[in-house]
């Protein structure tokens, strides 16, 4: 396993998320690797992390999830991966200390590049399905709970996310209601929704 650090749209390295890709074998009987493993993981990212939830969600071509995200005490960091298709993978940082505050960043993630996203705490986290359908595993920090989680609009102009529509011929993705009606940075900042 190894790790690489993802850009934003300036150039700015974003510090914490880490793309992961693990070492595929691949012969006649099919592949085998190694998805998880506590003791790489952590030494990769240089950290101690316990998961306590694993989820896994089902979603067909040209629908979008996200972009989500937990409050105190209950802020997430997510290892995401794709078992299934092919998923466009996007974070937005939302720590307003940090000098890539509202910068976003992707990373494809498929059933065969085998690519992992570790993404720590502070910030937003949504997807694209660019395929038929797309299984998408993720393990998290800390327990999913309703009252602090919040969602960030995907289509805020303020963070021009370029979600590569034209691909799959829409205009539009398909959106749970809690997702259609997320908020803009700018109504989250207001309600103090975002972190310090």
Not at 73 to 84: A, D, S
Not at 157 to 169: D, F, M, R, V, Y
Request: proline residues 3%.
């Amino acid at each position: 396993m190894e790790t690489i650090f993802l850009k934003t749209q300036s150039g700015k390295t974003l510090k914490g998320p880490q793309v992961i890709e693990t070492k595929a074998f691949k012969d006649q009987r099919g592949i085998f690797y190694e998805s998880w493993n506590s003791n790489h993981f952590n030494s990769l990212i240089n950290k101690n992390i316990n998961f306590v939830q694993d989820n896994l969600s089902h979603s067909t071509k040209g629908v979008l999830r996200g972009l989500h995200y937990q409050l105190d005490p209950f802020k997430q960091g997510k290892l995401i991966r794709c078992i299934k298709g092919r998923i466009f993978d996007v974070i937005v940082d939302l720590q307003q200390s940090s000098d890539t505050f509202l910068s976003w960043s992707f990373i494809e993630l498929s059933e065969t590049n085998f690519k992992q996203l570790w993404i720590p705490e502070g910030f937003a986290h949504g997807f694209l399905t660019l395929t038929k359908e797309a299984v998408v595993h993720y393990k998290v920090n800390n327990y999913w709970n309703k009252e602090y989680e919040r969602s960030l609009k995907w289509n805020d102009p303020k963070i021009n996310i370029q979600w590569p529509l034209k691909e799959i011929s829409l205009k539009k993705p398909f959106l749970s209601n809690k997702d259609k009606e997320a908020k803009t940075v700018e109504e989250l900042k207001l309600y103090e929704d975002v972190f310090s």
